[in-house]
Structure formats: structure tokens, C-alpha cells
């Protein structure tokens, strides 16, 4: 009885030591993304500030492939001890539906730590595509079935989910040309290799700006105060529309929960920052700031959401 209760102390004391001696080493964030979009930028930025506050280097590594299915799956079978993370969005809720044959469950081989933000996209077209607004492009896409077309970074991201819902609600057959990469994607449209794409406003909005490409709208309720003058989908005509891109971190199943809770509340010091709301406002992004049920919630509903959108969408992994 004695040696029980001992050794019950012992792992008490050690679990209330986890979160102040946590990190005692460097730790690893992956992003099962290309290098350049959203995910690798806020993720060398909230890696850079959580060293600055925890005393230990956030490595960042780009670890693409399969749609980020193989980023994820080194995560999820990686030791559950906080030291390697994952970077994640809501591709990671769409392929719970989209490729149901994966190696990983994502809320049963991941443990939620918290949103970082979310941001609105917007939807482009080359400047040679012979439409100045939303509803001439949608005409033009219906007289030509088949004929134009669209980049993503890959199947289940939120650029080719967001065209796919686009393409569903406003009756229109354009194919999607997935890439590698939001890099080699938004390459593409800016070169006229393709005919449109959605894009994060945080990545796409200074192009539209330049006029190297033609914003026709913005996928969020309201306008965003990046792009004012371009009008939201629902307001140009495909009324209902709406989508965004969002960003959290999972770590394996079973990592302390103090270390959970310490991650959770030092990311959530990042995001309500005031310099940081303000300078992500300037580039169109919102912080997500929530706690580890918030951020589970959040999650299981998003997938419940995708699943709809999949579903009414009829988009399959090529």
C-alpha cells in the first residue's frame, strides 16, 4: 500500500513537472504542405515566436505529399511527448471524407492544441480571360462546358474544395488542374497556364492588386478590408457561397495534456497579440484563439461541414 501511494505521489509531482520543464530540447513542427503558402509562413512565424517565449528552437519542416497525407502520418506515428507537431488546415477535415483509406484518423491518431487563423480566399481569372465580373465568367464558363479551368495545390485543399463548391452552386463545368503546391498553383494562373484559381487573400491579394491578375471575388460573408472593392460570391451572385482557409496544430494522441495546455496558452498569447491582430489584418487574416475543447469542437464540425460540401460537390481524388 505504501510502494502504491508512493509511486501515485511520484506520478503526480511528474505530471505537474511536465509543463514547466516542457520544452528541454528543440521541437519539430510539420507542415505536410510546399513551401510558400500559408501553412509554411505561419508556421515559421508562430515557430519564431514560441522559441522567443519557451527558450527552445521550433523547427520548422516542410514535409509534402499524397494531399498531405504523408506530412500527417509521420506525425501521427511519431513518440506522443510534444515534440513533434503538426501544422494543419481544413484539407485535413475534407480528407476525413475525400480519402477515407488513410493511414490515420484524424481525431483519433491526433490530439487538438489550437487554431492559429483563418483567412478568406480570393477567386481569380488571367487577366486574357475575357470577363470583367463574376457572372460574365460564370456565362462563359457555361457556353464553353469543359473548356476552362482551375489550379489548386492539391485534391482536399481548400483551393480545390472551394472551386468545387463554386463550380456545384453556380452550375458550371470547369476541371480542375491540382498541383503540388500553392507555389506551382498560383505560378500557374499568373502565367496563364490556367484560367482561374481560389487562392488565400493573404497570398493572392498583392497580384490582384498589381493587375497581374483579376479579382472577381472574395469567398467570406463580407467583404475583407484587404480587398473592399472586390465584392464577396454571395453578393456577385452565387448567393450561399462561402469559404475560407484555416489553420491549426495537432500533436499524436496521447501527449500530455499539461503540455497540450501549455502549448494552447502560449499560441493563444501569439494570436491576441495586438501587433500581431494588427498586422494580420493588414494581410487579411483573422486569429483563432481556442481552447483545446473549442479547438476539438471546432474540428469534428468541420468535418462534419466538409463531408456536405464533398458530397453535394461530387469531388473525388483523381
Known amino acids: 500500500m505504501l510502494r502504491a501511494a508512493l509511486a501515485l505521489l511520484l506520478l503526480s509531482v511528474n505530471a505537474a513537472a511536465w509543463p514547466q520543464a516542457y520544452p528541454a530540447r528543440p521541437v519539430r513542427i510539420v507542415v505536410p504542405f510546399a513551401t510558400g503558402g500559408p501553412a509554411d509562413i ?7 515566436k514560441l522559441q522567443e517565449a519557451l527558450g527552445q528552437p521550433f523547427i520548422i519542416e516542410d514535409r509534402p505529399g499524397g494531399g498531405s497525407i504523408v506530412g500527417t502520418d509521420a506525425v501521427a506515428k511519431s513518440p506522443p511527448d510534444g515534440y513533434t507537431l503538426l501544422m494543419m488546415s481544413n484539407t485535413h477535415t475534407v480528407n476525413e471524407t475525400l480519402i477515407p483509406k488513410k493511414p490515420f484518423d484524424l481525431m483519433r491518431d491526433l490530439a487538438p492544441i489550437s487554431g492559429v487563423n483563418y483567412s478568406d480566399l480570393l477567386m481569380v481569372i488571367h487577366p486574357s480571360v475575357p ?3 463574376l457572372q460574365e465568367f460564370i456565362e462563359l464558363a457555361r457556353s464553353r462546358p469543359g473548356a476552362l479551368n482551375y489550379a489548386s495545390s492539391g485534391p482536399g485543399t ?3 474544395m472551394a472551386g468545387e463548391l463554386f463550380k456545384a452552386m453556380a452550375g458550371v463545368d470547369i476541371v480542375h488542374v491540382p498541383h503540388k503546391g500553392s507555389d506551382q498553383a498560383r505560378t500557374a494562373i499568373l502565367g496563364g497556364q490556367v484560367q482561374m484559381m481560389f487562392d488565400a487573400i493573404t497570398t493572392m491579394a498583392g497580384s490582384a492588386r ?15 478590408p484587404v480587398t473592399p472593392d472586390v465584392p464577396t460570391l454571395a453578393e456577385a451572385g452565387v448567393q450561399g457561397y462561402e469559404a ?12 500530455p495534456r499539461p503540455i497540450l495546455e501549455k502549448l494552447n496558452a502560449e499560441i493563444n498569447k501569439v494570436v491576441n ?17 481556442m481552447t483545446l ?15 456536405k460540401v464533398v458530397k453535394l460537390s461530387g469531388a473525388k481524388v483523381d
Open 273 to 289: 497579440a495586438p501587433e500581431v491582430k494588427e498586422a494580420w489584418a493588414k494581410q487579411g487574416a483573422v486569429p483563432m484563439a
Open 244 to 255: 475560407t482557409i484555416w489553420l491549426g496544430l495537432m500533436a499524436p494522441a496521447g501527449t
Open 131 to 133: 470577363a470583367s465580373n
Open 158 to 160: 481548400p483551393y480545390h
Open 210 to 224: 498589381a493587375g497581374k491578375v483579376k479579382a472577381l471575388a472574395s469567398s467570406g460573408k463580407t467583404r475583407s
Open 42 to 48: 505561419y508556421a515559421r512565424f508562430l515557430g519564431a
Open 293 to 307: 475543447e473549442q479547438f476539438d469542437k471546432f474540428l469534428r464540425e468541420d468535418i462534419v461541414k466538409w463531408a
